[in-house]
Each structure stands twice: as structure tokens, then as C-alpha cells.
């Protein structure tokens, strides 16, 4: 049996996402994909706008043949070590034959030459330079990139191209017989507000549901839709009282 994976969050999940799961399934030629979702609280430390439940439900309606959760240890941590968790879940199938995920330019091989950099230790000794002058871990990986890797151009600043290079890494350690198979993005940038309709990004989505944006988010699956009816998205916002109680 041939399986791909995706790990993802789907917060919310948007036709973009979608998208890749339809490309991802047509270019693996895999029997089943699989989805790693983060569980109550998402990578940057947010929580979900949905719980679990509901968002692995979405996945199963977009195509997916199979849900599994991503320990939140993982989750809460920086890109390498969220694929590593990610990539860890698939490889324990004993099925992953693919991994497919989002880039905004889907250049296998420059992913790959970053993914052989990570561990160098120039490449570490620059990331230490650039966190101990202040910078955040994302901006400092892509300073260290363009020092170490000045060759790679724009596609080192691209904002999936860290965690694309981390997914191909962790392929290599932990399942090397398995392919990446990036898949370029359609719509607006990873974290960009504006509306470009149903193919708008997962933040501009979040902003929808905060602000009850209804144009907006009469852009999103039916399905995905009817879980806010009459139901608030969760938030820290919104917890933020109890949460100081």
C-alpha cells in the first residue's frame, strides 16, 4: 500500500488547502493520504479557531482517508521540529511513500540543498550570530540562508520555505525511501490579510470569522461554513480573561 501524508493545521481549512490535497493524491499516485493535524493549539501558539474533532472532520470531507494528531509538543516548537514530529507520525504507517506540502515556489532542489545546510555547523554558528543579535528564529534562518546560500535568491525568504527545507530533512533521517513532492501555492501568501476570494489565505480566513466578514467567508467549503453557525471561533482573545483569572 502507498500512502501520502500531509501535515497541516486547517485553521481553518479553505479551498486552497483543498487544492493540495487533490494535487497531492493526482502527483504521489498514492492509494491513501494521510493528514497530521496539530490538535487543540496551532504552531505559532494560538489556539485553533475549532477543536480537533471538528477539524480532522473537515479533513475527512476534503479528501483525506485518514487523521492523525500531532502531539502538541511538536506543535508548540520551531519548524524543524514540528516536520520532524509531523514526518515522525506518517513514517510509523510503514506507508509513506510521499510527503506533500505547500511552497510558494516548489523548487525540490533548493529545498534540498537547504535541508543538507541545517546541520552544517557554519550554518548553525550563523543562526547563533544572528539569535544572540535579537532577530526572531524565522528571520534569522533566512539571514543564515543568505550567508551561507546567497545562490538560493528570493526562495530562502519565501515564508513555507524553512519548514519545506525541514520536511525534506526529516525525510532524509527518518523515512529516506519516501519522496517530497512540493506542490506551489495558488491564491495569496501564506499569512497575507486580503481577500482574494476562496482562495484567500488561513489568516485572512481567521479574520473573517473574528470580525464576521460573511462575503469573505461565504468563500469557504459548505462544510467547513456550517461548524461556526451559531458557534464563536476560539481565540486567545477570547480566553484571555479566565486565562488571567
Not at 476534503?62 to 500531532?70: K, M, P, S
Not at 540562508?145 to 530562502?156: I, N, S, V
Not at 482562495?199 to 485572512?204: D, G, K, M, R, V
Request: charged content about 15%.
Amino acid at each position: 500500500m502507498t500512502l501520502c501524508g500531509i501535515v497541516a493545521e486547517y485553521n481553518p481549512l479553505h479551498c486552497g488547502h483543498i487544492y493540495h490535497m487533490e494535487q497531492a493524491r493526482a502527483r504521489s499516485g498514492c492509494q491513501y493520504v494521510a493528514a497530521v493535524l496539530s490538535g487543540s493549539f496551532v504552531q505559532r501558539g494560538d489556539v485553533a479557531c475549532a477543536d480537533k474533532w471538528t477539524r480532522a472532520r473537515w479533513a475527512l470531507y476534503a479528501g483525506a482517508d485518514v487523521v492523525f494528531e500531532l502531539p502538541t509538543a511538536y506543535v508548540l516548537q520551531s519548524a524543524e521540529q514540528f516536520a520532524a514530529g509531523g514526518v515522525a507520525v506518517l513514517s510509523a504507517t510503514g506507508m509513506l511513500t510521499a510527503l506533500s506540502f505547500g511552497s510558494e515556489r516548489a523548487e525540490t532542489e533548493a529545498l534540498q540543498r537547504a535541508a543538507s545546510a541545517l546541520d552544517t555547523p557554519a550554518f548553525q554558528a550563523l543562526l547563533r550570530a544572528e539569535l544572540a543579535a535579537g532577530r526572531g528564529y524565522p528571520a534569522a534562518c533566512r539571514s543564515a540562508f543568505a550567508a551561507l546560500l546567497p545562490e538560493l535568491g528570493e526562495a530562502a525568504g519565501a515564508p513555507n520555505f524553512l519548514l519545506g527545507a525541514s520536511y525534506v530533512r526529516a525525510l532524509q533521517r527518518l523515512c529516506p525511501q519516501a519522496k517530497a513532492l512540493p506542490v506551489l501555492r495558488v491564491g495569496e501568501g501564506h499569512e497575507s490579510p486580503k481577500n482574494a476570494g476562496r482562495y484567500s489565505s488561513a489568516t485572512a480566513f481567521r479574520t473573517a470569522l473574528q470580525e464576521r466578514d460573511e462575503a469573505l467567508l461565504a468563500q469557504l467549503p459548505p462544510f467547513v461554513r456550517q461548524s461556526f453557525t451559531g458557534r464563536e471561533p476560539a481565540s486567545l482573545q477570547r480566553l484571555s480573561q479566565a486565562l488571567l483569572y
